[in-house]
């Protein structure tokens, strides 16, 4: 009894030093404190707003022009200690048309560009989480009718003062992230080019007006 006892407890010794103890166990990888970000999203987005307000002619409504847009965007920047992106943007959106503003026989389009910086905060370094942010560019809006008698454009642009966003961040992989998000944006168109069978004038928009866009989509984010 001594002997197997006596070996018992060698095996046991031995067991309980091969065992790994808690500060064996291998750590959680640090979050990187600079970080490449990329993204891509997909979203509709409504109209507000107002294109000029003319005291002659009156005011032109944006949903006037468009019912619906469906933009692209493409992000990249750097993401600070797992929380703060800090990047560029551009967007590029497919505009439909109210009905009545394209005649028949006429072929009608009407897209969008919008370019600019911004700064998204996410509430917890790793894992899911919700974000906000703040973003300012660029905004053009390109309208286009042609016929075979004609091709008439007219292109405005303008600063987007700013624009608020929010979503939730669901960690699908361990650099992947894709999840809802919203914004809306209050710009004010300034300038404006007027285009006829290849002849075009620029003038300034003298009677400004706020405009904006309420966007609602899905966003998709890989860190490098």
Known sequence: MRI??????VALLA?????????????ASPVPPLQFTVGARVSAALPMGSVLSDPATGTLLIDELVALSIPLQLDA??????R???????????????????KVGETCQLTGL????QALYSLHEEGDTPW??????????????????FTTTLDVSGWEFVNFQA????????????????????????????????????????????????????KGTFGL
């Open 4 to 9: 197997h006892s006596g070996r018992l407890a």
């Open 132 to 149: 906000f942010g703040l973003g300012t560019g660029w905004e053009w809006m390109f309208t286009r009718y042609s016929s075979n008698a």
């Open 84 to 102: 703060w992106f800090v990047g560029a943007y551009v967007q590029y959106g497919w505009s439909v048309l109210q009905i009545g503003q394209c």
């Open 167 to 218: 979503g939730y961040d669901v960690q699908v992989a361990p650099a992947w992230k894709v999840g809802p998000w919203i914004s809306g944006s209050v710009g004010e168109f300034s300038r404006a080019s007027m285009g006829r069978d290849g002849h075009s004038q620029d003038s300034n928009i003298p009677n400004k007006a706020l405009h904006g866009w309420l966007q609602l989509g899905v």
């Open 114 to 117: 919008r370019v600019g910086v």
């Open 15 to 27: 067991a309980l030093l091969a065992a790994p103890t808690r500060g064996d166990e291998p750590a």
């Open 77 to 82: 920047g750097v993401t600070l200690s797992g």
